[in-house]
């Protein structure tokens, strides 16, 4: 029951953001927007995207693409979200506890649809760092090149699709950078143009203290990644199965 609800709410408000045209408000486009890829492609008026190296092959880029396409999918959901139920909302609450719905609404605006104008992304191993770390780095932040990312080979294989969400367990458990869309979110919070010269960062990345941080800390939950990341897949989870797949806390 709830999954029908919250897909036909989040189609209708992708809608109402997603355009400019007055047409579409009338009462036919929920009705018009339920198919997946509508709602896929929609979520974001004017998204931008991270350049993709020349080191990246046909292969990279189509599944670096999926894991972009993925993050749009997964912010238009909690946008959606944000702007329905607003910041009483128990999901609200559990990350981001009485910090600013002002500041989470424009870090995932800015997130998806501010300039990535010199922000890159490589594939080349550039500083060795995959070599050294193989099946644990999935990629890295250039300390020496901070507008860059370097995406390991792990990535490939480790990092999940959305459309396996709630499948592989539940979040708690594999962590929100299971999924490429969300561990993509995570690369972009590390370039300084998209975290606001350091405004959004890595504070607390343990489960117990992103949770400790909502609770008692809120100016930090809303400038924390990791609470970012967990209200994502949060509310993503509650699209994909009406008891959601957050697990227990
Ligand atoms: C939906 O659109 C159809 C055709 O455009 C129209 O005939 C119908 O009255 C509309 N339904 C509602 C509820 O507006
Ligand atoms: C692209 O590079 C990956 C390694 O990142 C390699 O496994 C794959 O075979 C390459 N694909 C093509 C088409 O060359
Ligand atoms: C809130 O968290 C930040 C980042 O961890 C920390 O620097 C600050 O001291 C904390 N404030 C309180 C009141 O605990
Ligand atoms: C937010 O919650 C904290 C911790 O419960 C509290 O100290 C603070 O006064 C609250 N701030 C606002 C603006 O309600």
């Known amino acids: 029951m709830r999954t029908i609800e ?6 209708a408000s992708l809608i109402l953001y997603a355009s400019a045209s007055p047409v579409i408000y009338n009462s036919n486009s929920t009705i018009e927007l339920q198919s997946y890829s509508m709602k896929e492609t929609l979520g974001w008026t004017r998204p931008t995207f991270p350049e993709l190296y020349h080191t990246c092959n046909e292969t990279n880029n189509r599944m670096l693409n999926a894991a972009f396409q993925d993050s749009l999918e997964a912010t238009a959901y909690a946008k959606s979200r944000l702007l329905e139920y607003g910041s ?31 922000v890159l992304i490589r594939c080349d191993d550039a500083d060795g760092l995959c070599a050294a770390n193989p099946g644990y780095y999935a990629g890295h932040h250039r300390e020496t090149a901070p507008m860059e990312t370097v995406i390991c080979d792990y990535f490939y294989t480790s990092k999940k699709p959305l459309s396996m969400f709630c499948f592989e367990g539940a979040i708690v458990d594999v962590g929100p950078k299971h999924y490429a869309g969300i561990d993509m979110l995570h690369r972009y919070l590390h370039i300084p143009t998209i975290n606001g010269e350091g405004y959004i960062g890595e ?16 100016t930090f939950a809303v400038r924390n990644v990791d609470n970012y990341l ?15 797949c957050l697990g227990t806390l």
């Open 203 to 218: 504070y607390a990345e343990e489960l117990e203290e992103i949770v400790e941080l909502a609770e008692s800390n809120s």
């Open 230 to 244: 967990y209200y994502i897949a949060d509310v993503y989870g509650s699209s994909v199965t009406p008891s959601g």
């Open 6 to 11: 919250t897909t036909s709410f989040a189609a």
């Open 88 to 118: 009483d909302d128990f999901t609200y609450k559990r990350w981001f506890g009485n910090g600013s719905i002002y500041t989470v609404m424009g870090v995932l605006d800015n997130l998806m649809e501010a300039s990535k104008d010199g």
